[in-house]
């Protein structure tokens, strides 16, 4: 049957079921089949503020993140739930509209959203039917096969009836199955006389029993302790005078005393707590050197956009280097100068460590998938590494077992042993039809043998002898793209910021979730529903993750566990 002919079918059974009238099954088969999208029962749904149903259908043809318009929407329709929920429990946050003239607002943008979404083409209109087509075709079809006529033309459509050869069995009408929702299908019978009958038959597995199931696979039901508003953990904006549009990367320096951030403008900013570690609790001060000097890195010539910007400080904490798609430059870090500066792209830097070994040996990954070994002392490229077809976005190193690991944008890594240079590779394995998504980065455990692999759509833990994947946790497709993920300074949890700035913290052990730090718990209520953690670090001594954000914050975060 052809994409068309499947199509009008499926109208067919739909109809069918509208006429029934089986609503809830028509709306399940609405979802299911991804056919039409029937706005007056999302209208419906989201005016009386059914939020799970209200989601839920919508993934039926679109996942959270698959464009800026679904992306949107989610956005907007949990910003309306949150703020209905403190609404219930702080009478003194309560909104200064009703709730209906709230979704009501709320259901014209959402309208508006799904009618510009591609993804929503031609599936918003329900097409001209004769009224109970379906019925007719299958009456037909019964005639037809009672009373078979002599010549052997096939249907070549099964919208226009034409002769049912009399060879053909019962089962040759596409029509004849997945009428009847709920797990049944309609077969043709006969009694003793010979005389046709329809009756109901059930199927081996239930789809919807299937669904379900597929459903209960996907999300493990365990105990999550949640986070939702403000006194359920501490959290602080850092100062910062200087405008900038989001943060790129981040870290905890000088043994956790003092935060580093670069933003998608090339400018550093620097935090400091003076003789303390950083606290959530005490307000550090943005550090500059006397100079005024600002450290900026070189985009004078930068032409491609989309390459992330990268940094690493050196283990002694006096060098920084640093790139924003230009020039790796390296920086005095008490006078903000830059000493030197190195490889102009092509091709740009996608990500860099020092070699704990030698203070002097960069490991550079690139946009073109190689990896560069260079020695910033000699200003030589010692080796260079093939074995990716993609850009770097992970590098790792193991001074337990001397190999290099790294990760690709399509998610294979390589172990690299060090000197020889002798490799392993494997692929991670995706979910199927998700392979869209982007692999963020790798980081050792502790013990120097396991390592993190942070990708948008999964966690996953691999020992690096046999490349193993010992334990992963997999995005539910309800839920947002992770932007980023790490481990905390004594590898037994995993912190994990998601697109729609949802943070969940992972116990190793298990790899899965044991917190969930909604929004309203570190970020203020006049937030926009866009605003989202970028980057995460752990601090490097005790339980405390610092997040940069699209809107150019950073936050330092201490969850009160209960």
Known sequence: MSNSDKNQALFLILQALYEGPYMKAAHQFEQESG???NMKHFENELRHGHWEE????LLGFTELTSNRYSIKL????RKQRYLEALDRENE???MYVDENSARATLF???KELIQANPLFKDKLTF???EESRLKSIINQSLIRQQHPPQQDNLISNPFTLGPVPPQQNQMSNPFALRLVPAGFGIRSQQNNG???LFGKYQYSENPWLKLAKEA?????????????EQGHCRSLRLPNKLKCNKISRLMYINSGCSILALASNAMHFLWKWGKTEASASVLPEIWEPKSGKLMLNDIENVTNEEIEPCFAMSKNGLYLISTSGGPISVFVTSTFEIMSSFMPPPPACTCIIFYPEDNNILIIGTEDSRIIIYDVRQDVVNQTLKGHLKKITGLAYSKELKVLVSLDAEAQVCVWKWDTWVKQNTSLQIPAGRNSASAIRVQYQKDQIHFLVVHQIHLAIYETTTLMRVKQWVVPKSMAHITDATLSYDSELVFASFLDATILVFNVLSLQPMCRIQPPAYLPAISSPSVYPIVIDAHPTKNQFAVGLSDGGVYVIEPLYP
Request: net charge negative; no cysteine; aromatic share 14%.
């Open 35 to 37: 056919i039409y999208f």
């Open 54 to 57: 209200v989601e839920n259908y």
């Open 74 to 77: 989610f956005f907007e329709i």
């Open 92 to 94: 003194h946050l309560k």
């Open 108 to 110: 014209d943008a959402a």
């Open 127 to 129: 097409p001209t039917l």
């Open 194 to 196: 010979g005389v046709p």
């Open 216 to 228: 209960d696979d996907e999300v493990n039901i365990i105990h999550i302790n949640e986070l939702k």
